[in-house]
C-alpha cells in the first residue's frame, strides 16, 4: 500500500460536521488529532457541540448533535493531561473520505483550529515539512 505524501499544513472538509476549507496543522508530534469546539454539552446521552471560532471563519457556529461519543485522556506537549470528549467523524483528504477519531478542545488562541496526529496519519500519510496546501490546491483545480 502506497502512502500519499502532505504537507504539514492543508485545508480539509469534515462533512458531517458542516466545516469546510478547514485549515489544519499536520502534528507528528501528536497522538490524536483535535478539534476546536467553542461550547460542548453533555445531556440525555448525547453531546451537543457548537464548532464556532470568530479567528477561524470557516467554523459555521451551527450545532451538531452527537449520539455516540467517548472521552479519553490527553497529554499535551508541555506534560499536562487533559481529560477530553472523542467524536468519529470524517475527513476529506486528496477527494477521499476517511474515517477520524477527533477529540474536542477549545484552541481559540490558536493558529489552527485542527490538529492531524499520528494516529490517522500512521499508514496513510508521508508529511514533506517543505509542502504546503497539497490536497487543498489539489481539490481547487
Known sequence: MS??????VDKIDFPKLNLFNIDVKIDTGAYTSAIHCSKIIEENNTLRCTFYSKGHPNFSGKEVVFNTFSRTNVKSSNGLKENRYKIK???IFFGKTYKINLTLSTRDDMKFPVLIGRQ?????FIVD??????????KTL
Do not use: M, T
Not at 120 to 124: S, V
Open 3 to 8: 502512502k500519499q505524501i502532505i504537507g504539514r
Open 129 to 138: 515539512v517543505d509542502l504546503e496546501n497539497i490536497s487543498y490546491n489539489l
Open 89 to 91: 467523524s470524517e475527513a
Open 120 to 124: 490517522f496519519l500512521k499508514r496513510k
